[in-house]
């Protein structure tokens, strides 16, 4: 029924009675006619007509009330995630009664939400993680599937018991947000250890009061195994290499006693009086000492690099003494071999420089001992450059460079180049012997000094190799 044809009725009604009473009222006969019963009749049709206009004003103020609750009920949004949404429909429609109306959009919103209800429980239940809500005095309120079947306990059993995450935690730095925690839980049970990493954050009702905490529990098990797995496997690794280092230590002591002995007795042997046949024999062993020494001390610089035990000494030292004295040592073996080895310094190059001049000549002669060792014709060349740092030019950058017009390396070679035991090829190390440690050495030490290595090479047109080193200019020499 129309509010309006409504209205119309509560009217007619009221004038109907109010046409009565004055009726009554007017007739003067009927009052003596009738007697006490005329005035109960007036009274009657002035309560009727006060009852139909209370009535009118009741259904108005409840109208109202009701249509308020409709705007209110069309202004209710679902979460902006709810895959569902309640369309409004309009309230004033004058086919339908707004009682009935409203009530059927009531029940289409419970329908709804009880969907939406529905739907979060799903999710919720088909995590694999634990997810709960206990009170603020622990007692578990809601837990999902995975929380039960973990505990092996029913959710009727469970709720109403105290939240096992609050047994034992183990608070982590995951956020800031005093509100959301996080911590770590070891669980065993039957001999296995189990580790939940638990989210929990604070539920607080429309006045901001603390309602309610809801827990969200994820197995770490497998990251805990593995990360114990990686530290026993580190303490293992550590524990084998420096062992290995002690091994290293002693070995190479036990053997550089008797190799000392053997070339010392060959040199003293070598001044005695020998046919050619017996001098080529203790060359032979001289030679044989030598590289079995060499070996020894590149093995056990590779240990002291690796194991961080290599002091760089800081001390002032001529680069151009250094250079002339590495290309001294080595132009008696470049005069046999018919090849031409020199220095090229310029004039500006800083008379003294501090550093570590001992390190520095070994990669020299690493570098310069393969040039001449692998060309066996054309020249070899030692260069030097400085490069100052900074514009007080305290600190400068020596930069060495050894070329020679040797064999060359592949270029698919040179990647692998500068690890240890590694090697052009296998026939390099017959025909030309060495280790493959010399290069790995040279390229640690340059890196220990602040600079890098690298090459540059043609095959069968020679080599190139660029190093680099950090330094501080010395104001006098020592």
Known sequence: MGQKRKLVMVYGLVFSLIAALATIILQDDLREKLGDTYYVIGLSIIGCVLLVLTGYVWDRALWSRIKALGVKADSIKLNSDSPFEISPQPLTDPDQDEIIGLAQRIERMARSMQRVDANYRGIVEDQFDLI????????????????CRFYHAKRSDLIGQQFTGLASSSPLPWTDNPAIQTYEQEIIAKGKITWLQW?????????????????????????????????????????????????????????????????????????TSLNAEQREYVQLIQKSGEALLLLINDLLDIEKIEAGKIELESEPFSPRRCIEEVVDFFSPKARLSNLKIEAQIPPDLPPFVIGDIYRLRQILINLVGNSVKFTSSGSVTVSVEAVPLDSHAQNAVLRFCVSDTGVGIPPEKIAALFKPFSQVGASTSRTYGGTGLGLSICKRLCELMGGNISVESTPGAGSKFIFTVRCKLAPRAA
Do not use: M
């Open 132 to 147: 709960c809500r206990y009170l603020p005095d622990g007692r578990l309120t809601f837990v999902n599937g995975a929380y």
């Open 199 to 271: 989210a929990v954050r604070e539920i607080r009702d429309p006045d901001n009061k603390l309602s309610e905490y809801q827990a969200v529990g994820h197995d770490i098990t497998a990251r805990k195994t593995s990360e114990n797995a990686l530290h026993d496997a580190k303490e293992a690794a550590e524990s084998a290499n420096r062992a290995k280092g002690e091994f290293l230590a002693i070995v190479s002591h036990e053997i550089r006693t008797p190799i000392s002995g053997v070339l010392g007795f060959a040199d003293i042997l070598n001044e």
